[in-house]
């Protein structure tokens, strides 16, 4: 019988902290869903939020602390589906799709399978592409745009049964779903070391994040993830400007 080297068994292990935090991820997905059913969307947007959070810890802490593992990572992945592909969907599709007959049930389902794919995709390709940016629009980010989008009507008091609000749910969903799956490059933030270092400057940066989040957290955040769900499309065409660029120079040397 062969030995299995340390490597080969930690990668078997399960690790209690960072699929704590995992859990705590699936958690807030299906708390969210709940939420939704029982009318209060607010909580349910928020809880979608805490999802986030508790997903960006789960996969740095199991850096840190050395205990990464394929358990973790299938676990990860279907707790991520769980809170950024049906949580998100289901959530929306309550709370002004279903208004819309055919046409809500399908562009909840569109974010469903966009998740899933773009999930799937990042698991598959993990190994090939440039970590300094997602290929497509990381389901996370995905499903704030529908939180932020759900807490700031719920907290401003739109009327949810006023069709054009509803009409822009669907259009939002839409294109979160489409994002997920596009080849547009989002900034990853993965070339940030957490245990690094920082000048002063940086905590104060961090600070005032804070502080400028806190003094109101809807517009701030839906904000925030609207510039990011732009950014990769930013990207995307100064890439091929610049492509073009360097082809037409090519071309002009070549003429003469």
């Given at each position: ?59 740095r ?16 992945s ?60 990381p ?22 049964s ?9 259009a ?46 809807p ?38």
């Amino acid at each position: 019988m062969p030995i299995k080297t340390p490597e080969e068994k930690r990668r078997r292990s399960i690790y209690l902290l960072p699929n704590a935090f995992t859990t705590a991820n699936l958690f807030a997905g299906f708390y969210a869903v709940v939420q939704a059913m029982n009318g209060r969307f607010e909580v349910a947007a928020i809880a979608i939020f805490l999802a986030l959070v508790f997903d960006g810890m789960d996969g740095r802490v199991a850096r840190l602390t050395n205990t990464q593992s394929a358990f973790g990572e299938q676990y990860d992945s279907m707790a991520d589906l769980t809170s950024f592909g049906i949580a998100p969907a289901l959530v929306m599709y309550v709370w002004a799709l279903q208004g819309l007959g055919r046409w809500g049930w399908l562009a909840a389902f569109i974010f469903v399978a966009g998740a899933a794919l773009r999930l799937a995709r990042f698991n598959t390709n993990i190994a090939v592409v440039d970590k300094r940016f997602f290929q497509g629009l990381p389901s996370p980010a995905a499903a704030a745009l529908i939180a932020g989008f759900v807490w700031l009507a719920v907290d401003n008091k739109l009327r949810v049964s006023a069709e054009p609000l509803a009409w822009c749910a669907f259009a939002l969903t839409i294109y979160a779903g489409v994002a997920m799956v596009s080849n547009a490059p989002f900034y990853s933030g993965k070339s940030f070391a957490v245990g690094k270092s920082v000048p002063f400057w940086g905590m104060l940066v961090l600070v005032l994040l804070f502080v400028f989040v806190s003094s109101d957290p809807p517009i701030v955040l839906f904000s925030m993830f609207i510039l990011y769900g732009l950014s990769g499309w930013v990207v995307m065409a100064w890439r091929w400007r610049r492509a073009r660029q360097l082809i037409n120079k090519r071309r002009g040397l070549e003429e003469k």
